[in-house]
């Protein structure tokens, strides 16, 4: 009886470490950046494959995509989109209600702004993500520019990667963000939780922002991500391998910083996470994404 069990213990232990991708890979994205200077170019120069999302017309956007982008470093537009709790954007803004003319006007504007990007993610967004026509309007530029579309997921509602997928947007969606609580612990926290689902499901997503608590726990990632048995990546990496845009000219500046070779890219990327999201939609509409 004792040995049956042990049989079975031993089988159960077997089946779950087989669920876990031993080549696993965690993409992490810093939004937000070009307001603060100096938390802006310590996010710049993180030691590893981050990608640093600028938000448009910022007092720091453009120097900080050029400091990141010398440091390696993949850079994306934080398109800043209207949310359910009318709170400003900031320049440059996509909002409810525009005509496509004005949409695509004030886009390309935004698009225009930050230099080296390869992709877009929505800052705030809780409620145009949820509207299809200006989706499909993004969408439509995006494919025109190849670059890459990841859903931020700002609302449980949201449209916007699936119209992103169906219209042959390489796309990706946010799995956890790291910073909702802007605590060491609860940082920590988030960012065991990315690991883990990028242990599960073989690549995970995770958003964080310039907080100094939040890019103390990245400066200190490495010993985690050996111990995980997860590389980082950029975001342009997890994307489905027949639709990925190559990777940023890495630095020769004399930098340390030590570039993924462009071969090494993920197959169709399955993420099944939705249920991991209750948390963070719960966060999300708290803090008024
Ligand atoms: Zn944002």
């Known amino acids: 009886m004792r040995i049956g069990r042990t049989v079975a213990f031993l089988c159960a232990l077997l089946w779950s470490s087989s669920q876990l991708h031993a080549d696993a890979r965690l ?51 934080h398109a ?12 440059g803004g996509l909002v409810t209600g525009m005509d496509k003319t004005a949409f695509i006007t004030t886009l390309r504007k935004d698009l225009d702004n930050i230099p080296y990007i390869k ?6 967004g809780s409620r145009l993500t949820q509207e299809p026509e200006p989706m499909q ?11 890459y579309f990841v859903d931020s997921r700002t609302s449980a509602q949201t449209r916007a990667f699936d119209i992103a997928r169906a219209s042959k947007v390489p796309s990706l969606k946010r799995d956890v963000f790291l910073d909702d ?39 200190q990632i490495q010993p985690l991500l050996d111990q995980e048995q997860v590389q980082l990546v950029y975001a342009s990496q997890l994307l489905p391998k ?31 996470v939705d249920l991991y999201d209750i948390t963070d939609m719960m966060l999300s509409g708290f803090f008024g994404y």
């Open 27 to 77: 993409a992490i994205i810093i939004d937000d950046i070009g307001y603060n200077q100096s938390q802006s170019e310590r996010a710049a120069r993180l030691n590893g494959a981050f990608t640093l999302s600028v938000l448009p017309f910022t007092p720091h956007g453009i120097s900080t995509a050029q400091l990141a982008h010398q440091q390696g470093k993949e850079l994306m537009l």
């Open 80 to 91: 800043p989109m209207s949310n359910l709790k009318n709170m400003p954007l900031g320049l």
């Open 119 to 124: 992709g877009v993610n929505n800052h705030m």
């Open 137 to 147: 309007w993004l969408m439509d530029e995006l494919n025109s520019r190849k670059l």
């Open 181 to 219: 609580v802007e605590e060491t612990s609860a940082i920590e926290q988030q960012l065991k939780r990315a690991l883990q689902l990028a242990r599960q499901h073989g690549s995970a997503v995770a958003i964080g922002h310039p907080y100094p608590t939040t890019l103390s726990v990245l400066e």
């Open 242 to 272: 027949s639709l990925a845009i190559s990777a940023p000219e890495p630095s020769t500046n004399g930098s340390s910083y030590c570039p993924v070779p462009r071969t090494f890219l993920l197959d169709d990327l399955q993420t099944n």
